[in-house]
C-alpha cells in the first residue's frame, strides 16, 4: 500500500514539476499549494476508489464518500487558506496514529490541529429528512443518552 501511496506522490510531483518547467507565471508558493491540493484529491481519490470497490450496498457506499467528501472539501479549503487544521476519516493514516480505532464509536469525521482533535462530526444520510433526524437522535444502548450527542451534524 505505501507503495501505491509513494507511486501515486510521484506521479504528482512529475506532474507539477513539468508544469512549473513550463508555466512561468506561477509563484513558488502557488506551486506549492496545488502540490498539496492535488495530493489531497489522489488520497481521497484512493479511499473513494476503495469504497466503490467492496461489497456493500450502494446506500452505504454513498454514506462512507460523503465522509470521504466533507474531509477532502474542508482540506482543499484549509490548504487553500494556509491553515494547518485537516478533516481525517478513518481511511486516513493519521487516525490510527492517534489511536482511534475504524469502525470507530460516534464520529465519522475529526478535525485536527497537529495531533490535538479540535472538531468531531457524525455524518449521516438517508432517504428523508425524517429519517436522518431519526437516526442522528439514537440513544447509545448502554447509557441511554443520545449517541451524537457530543458530535456536530452533517446532514
Known sequence: MANQEDHIERKYEKAFSQIGGIQ????????IEMAKMAEQIAKSDKNISKIIQTNQKIGDKAGLVAEEWHAETFNLDAIYKEKPQRAITDRYKEWNKMGFKPNHGSSDIKVIDEARVVHSSQSKYYKTSKETADQMALLDKNTKKYKYAKEDSLI
Not at 24 to 31: E, G, L, R, Y
Open 24 to 31: 512561468t507565471i506561477f509563484p513558488s508558493d502557488a506551486k
